[in-house]
């Protein structure tokens, strides 16, 4: 699975995933790791998240302490207004994303208002009221943007981190609610066209979605939704053979491997499966990751079985008729 490891924008360290998952409801609680006066200091800046005077240097000071507080969530959650200040701070940039102006500055400070909201989508606590509060479809219109200046990247490699960890913790909830979303064809629209960090955190968003048996079964419902779904991850293939990377390549395989699951996705792949997944064009790109060896060796195998139809939908395959 993937070591979606934590990192600020403005901190990115390029060998790193974007997305920041910090560790929930484990580690010492914030009484035990921090002073008296550094508690209050916490407080004094959630308490100025709602003004707007002093938003941005509390939004700065917090996002740097997130990692070292496990309780950051509810304490976010459950302060007056603080929540409804964040939403505000993202809905402030909307016109500067159409036409797109935004500024580094801008972004920078909205990706600050988007890790805290990281911490709430992350925590047991807070997740399921996040998710009833729909407060993920306020980060879709970043993942619409297609403008490759480095403030737009850095707005949506932190909005689909925010994604990120909601799948990552692999609750039904979570699945069930991003079906109703627009989530795959912008996750689909970013695999196919965005830079290699962005096109990593989208493909594990899929590959968590596929691994769930509502999200194979949903992408599998129709051809319209497979081929979709094969035709980006054919054409990031053929960029891979191209522009290798081992850790984008390792969630494509691992989002074939699952397709492989499905009787009629499994059909259908004996048909549209690449080439350069068949022979050695990424031998030497794989030569030290014995997994994805593993899931590649799996997936051959599969689409090598005997041809079994779905008895839950004995008259729909998944090619073109």
């Not at 407080?43 to 941005?56: A, D, F, G, N």
């Not at 996040?130 to 707005?155: C, D, M, Q």
């Not at 259908?268 to 593993?294: E, G, I, Y």
């Not at 195998?301 to 073109?320: C, F, I, K, T, Y």
């Amino acid at each position: 699975m993937a070591d979606l490891a934590a990192s600020q924008p403005r901190m990115m360290n390029p060998n790193q995933p974007p997305t920041s998952v910090p560790s929930s409801g484990t580690g010492p609680t914030m009484g035990a790791s921090m002073s008296q006066v550094e508690r209050e200091k916490v407080y004094q800046w959630i308490s100025e998240l709602t003004s707007p005077e002093t938003r941005e240097n509390a939004l700065q000071e917090l996002s740097k302490k997130r990692e070292v507080l496990p309780d950051l969530a509810p304490m976010l959650w459950n302060s007056f207004g603080t929540v409804a200040a964040l939403l505000q701070e993202i809905v402030h940039v909307y016109p500067a994303i159409n036409p797109a102006h935004l500024t580094a500055s801008q972004s920078n400070r909205v990706c600050n208002a988007l890790a805290l909201l990281q911490c709430v989508a992350s925590h047991p606590e807070t997740r399921s009221a996040f998710l009833s509060a729909n407060i993920p479809l306020f980060l879709y219109p970043f993942l619409h943007t297609v403008s490759k200046t480095r403030p737009f990247e850095y707005l949506r490699l932190t909005s689909l981190g925010v994604i990120g960890a909601l799948v990552k913790t692999d609750e039904q909830e979570v699945i069930n609610f991003l079906l109703t979303t627009e989530i795959i064809p912008l996750c689909l629209r970013i695999m196919e066209s965005g830079s290699e960090l962005s096109r990593t955190v989208a493909t594990f968003i899929l590959q968590k979605i596929l691994l769930d048996e509502t999200g194979l079964s949903y992408i599998c419902q129709t051809y319209e939704r497979f081929s979709h779904v094969a035709m980006i991850l054919g054409k990031m293939v053929l960029h891979l053979s191209r522009e290798p990377s081992a850790r984008l390549l390792k969630h494509v395989v691992r989002c074939y491997l699952r397709l492989s699951d499905n009787p009629r996705a499994r059909e259908a792949l004996r048909q549209c499966l690449p080439d350069q997944l068949k022979d050695s064009t990424f031998a030497n790109c794989l030569k030290d990751d014995n997994s994805t060896k593993r899931w590649l060796m799996q997936l051959q195998q599969n689409l090598e079985s005997p041809a079994v139809q779905d008895p839950r939908n004995p008259g729909m395959p998944l090619h073109q008729q």
